[in-house]
């Protein structure tokens, strides 16, 4: 059955979709998605002449019926945007839920308030500890011995705390990356300038892989490629945003170390070698299983993410030594796990996301990045300024390979369903 709409349910719909629409976006669904989801809840209720516009601040949705009654249009500003995909699995479920005609409206309000206010799946010193574990992995997957890994523990703990010593001030969230890049570089220029036989610029280079942003930028390729071209801008902004405070915090630390004379060189800057064998497999895994305690994917779901993990990274590396240029190894290799995991995420019936963003993170460019502020700290301008390219290349390959595979995936399940999956699917040619 579908409900027949009065003005008062109406008016509901549009509100229980709207504070849908806010849960999931704010969780860092893809603007097609949360469209989708809250469409599918409007006809549901018996809304079919509304238009929905979904931008990274805020959602706006207009209500114009035909039999003569006045237009409404309502909209709700998006404040809050942090991952908790434990949360976005529930409104998942609930959409689900509503969309088989299981709920009705008069019970729904109650069901989303649960939903909303459901405790963390982990407590706040958990996460803390995984953003520390995602460093003290990638200092391990890039060669990094125990005295790296615990330094990138350390100094990713040691930035976490700072940030949100700044955040409960009110200072803005680029500083507070900024800050917690520097930690990194600190606790690496230390263990250069008192001669340490390690590895010390994996500090930084772990450091930087739990700072990057995996999750946003992967929802903006998704955009860009659905055609939602104003939010994709916008998450890219984002995006670009996040990697100045990161490059600006190292690069900072860099260049008073340089200026202080610590012997910092280029040479011997780490990168992750092209191996499989036991300590870059167990790094490639302990990435992706931590970067998924750090977003509360729940329990049953950990060892998926943290599996994405070690196919993204074997795939990355049998690619790269048959051949294949970095970029292209990286997008092919993301395609698999977006191939693989959208597929087990919809036999599982949870969002992709779940699975895809914690496996990409041991290919996140945290080498190259250091890398290239490195030599820009050093006077190398146009050799440091052509591995920051590289390193925005090889994210965007990254976001690009994963939204390939969900969309072979796509292609592959039928026409008919594709086109209730994306109605609004186009032919321009460009123009």
Known sequence: MTYAASEADAHRAMALALHVGELLLGSGEATENVSGAMRRILQTYGLRQVEADVNLSAITLSHVPEDGRPATTAERRVRRRQPDYDRLIAVHELVREIVAQQLPLADTHDRLREVGRRPRVYPGWAVVTSVALIAASAAVLIGGGPIVAASAFVATIMGDRLGAWLARRGVAEFFQLAVAASCGTLI????????????????????????????????????????????????FTEVLFIVAAVISGIGTMLSIAVLLGVPIRVDVVPVAPLSLAAPQLLGALGVSLTFAVALL?????????????????VTFVLLARNGFPSIMATTLAAAVVG????????????????????????????????????????????????????????????????????????????RGLARRMRPASRRTRGY
């Open 339 to 414: 191939l693989l995991g959208t597929a087990y995420a919809r036999l599982v019936r949870v969002p992709a996301m779940v699975f895809v963003i914690p496996a990409i993170g041991p290919l996140l460019p945290g080498s190259v990045l250091y890398r290239g502020m490195l030599e820009m700290s050093l006077g190398e301008l146009s050799k440091g300024a052509l591995d920051l390219v590289e390193a925005l290349s090889i994210a965007l390959a990254i976001g690009a390979g994963v939204i390939l595979g969900a969309e072979v995936l796509r292609a592959l399940r039928g």
């Open 297 to 313: 994917v729940p329990p049953r779901h950990l060892v998926g993410g943290a599996l994405g993990g070690a196919v993204i990274w």
């Open 188 to 235: 690496a220029v230390l263990l250069i300038w008192q001669r340490v036989p390690v590895q010390a610029s994996a500090v930084v280079v772990g450091a930087v892989i739990a700072l990057l942003p995996g999750r946003p930028l992967v929802a903006c390729v998704q955009d860009g490629i659905a055609g939602e071209y104003v939010t994709a801008t916008g998450r």
